[in-house]
C-alpha cells in the first residue's frame, strides 16, 4: 500500500511466494525492520537484569568516603547478583533472537523465559566469567599504565596485552556460546571448545560483529557526551537487542555449517531449521496468490449523490 504516496487508495499484486530470498545485509535490515519493536520490547526486558548494578552507584554516591561495612556488603551483594543473573538474562534473549534470524515464529516472553530458565547453570557460568574478565580488562587499563610511571619499563605492559588479549578471545567466543547453548544441548566442556575454534575459523564474520559493537559503543558515547537525553532514552531500547541480533546474525550461520549440520548429517537427517515448513504441499489448504493477484485499481470518483 503506497501510504506515503497520493495513490494510497491502490493495492500492488503483493509479493509472490517463490520471490527470491533476501540474503546479507538486505536480510539482516529486512529482519530488524519487521522485527523492531519486538527487539524494543526485549532490550528492556534485557536491562532490567541491570537494575542491581544501577543501584550500587546511589549507593556509592549516598556513602562518599564513609563506606561502612554495610553498605559494602550490600555492593558485594548487588553486584554478585548482577553477575549471576546476566548470563541467564542473554540466554532468554538469544533465544527470542534466534528465533528472529531463523524465521521462525516465537513468544517473546514465553521464549525469553524459557531460556533464562532451561540454562540457568551454564548461563550463569558464563556470565561469572565474563564480568571478572571485563574487570580484569578495565583494571588492567587503570594499573598498567600507571606502574609504567613509576618503573619506567615497557614490560609492564606485558601482562595488560596478555589480558586484553584473553578478553577479546572470550568477547569473541560469546558470539557462538549463547547460540550454541539455546540451540543444542551440548555439554559445558564442549561448549567453550567449540565457541573457541569457531572464534578463530570465522574471523570475516567476527571482524564485521566486532566493527559493528565498537561503531555503536562509539555513538552511544557521543550521544553520552553531547546528547543526554536520547542516550537515556535508547539505552532501555536499542543498543543491546539491537548488538545482539548483529551477534547472532553473523554468528548463528557458522554454528549451523560447523556444529548442527554435522550432527544431523552424521545421524543422516537434514537439519530441520534448514527446512521451509511452509512448503509442504499436502498440508496446504490454501493457495498462496501473492504476485498472481490483479492489481486493484482506484475507483474515479463521481457526482453522484451521496448517501447518508
Known amino acids: 500500500m503506497g501510504i506515503f504516496s497520493k495513490n494510497y487508495e491502490s493495492a500492488g499484486s503483493g509479493i509472490a511466494k517463490d520471490a527470491p530470498k533476501k540474503e546479507g545485509v538486505a536480510l539482516f535490515f529486512d529482519i530488524f525492520g519487521r522485527k523492531i519493536w519486538n527487539l524494543m520490547t526485549l532490550n528492556l526486558m534485557y536491562m532490567s537484569f541491570f537494575l542491581p548494578l544501577i543501584l550500587i552507584l546511589p549507593l556509592i554516591y549516598a556513602c562518599g568516603e564513609k563506606y561502612s561495612d554495610v553498605s559494602l556488603i550490600l555492593t558485594v551483594v548487588l553486584a554478585i547478583i548482577f553477575m549471576i543473573l546476566i548470563g541467564p538474562a542473554t540466554a532468554g534473549m538469544i533465544k527470542v533472537i534466534r528465533c528472529f534470524v531463523l524465521g521462525k515464529h516465537t513468544f517473546i516472553w514465553h521464549d525469553f523465559w ?109 550521544l553520552r557526551m553531547f546528547a543526554t537525553g536520547v542516550f537515556l532514552f535508547l539505552i532501555p531500547f536499542f543498543p543491546a537487542a539491537f548488538l545482539c541480533l548483529v551477534s547472532c546474525f553473523n554468528s548463528y550461520p557458522v554454528i549451523q555449517k560447523y556444529v548442527i549440520n554435522p550432527y544431523y548429517t552424521s545421524i543422516g537427517k537434514i537439519n530441520p531449521e534448514l527446512i521451509d515448513d511452509t512448503d509442504d504441499e499436502t498440508e496446504r489448504i490454501f493457495e498462496d496468490m501473492g504476485g498472481k493477484e490483479k492489481p486493484i485499481e482506484k475507483r474515479p470518483k463521481g457526482k453522484g449523490k451521496r448517501i447518508s
Not at 568477547?171 to 543444542?184: C, K
Open 114 to 222: 524459557k531460556g533464562f530458565k532451561s540454562n540457568f547453570k551454564t548461563a550463569a557460568i558464563v556470565g561469572f566469567i565474563d564480568c571478572i574478565l571485563f574487570l580484569s580488562a578495565l583494571s588492567a587499563f587503570a594499573f598498567y599504565p600507571q606502574l609504567y610511571e613509576e618503573v619506567q619499563s615497557k614490560a609492564v605492559y606485558i601482562p595488560m596485552v596478555i589480558t586484553l588479549s584473553v578478553f577479546l578471545v572470550v568477547l569473541v567466543m560469546n558470539f557462538y556460546i549463547f547460540p550454541m547453548m539455546v540451540a543444542t544441548t551440548l555439554k559445558t566442556k564442549n561448549l567453550f571448545k567449540n565457541s573457541f575454534a569457531l572464534a578463530f575459523v570465522a574471523l570475516k564474520q567476527n571482524a564485521i560483529t566486532f566493527l559493528v559493537i565498537f561503531l555503536t559503543i562509539g555513538v552511544m558515547t557521543l
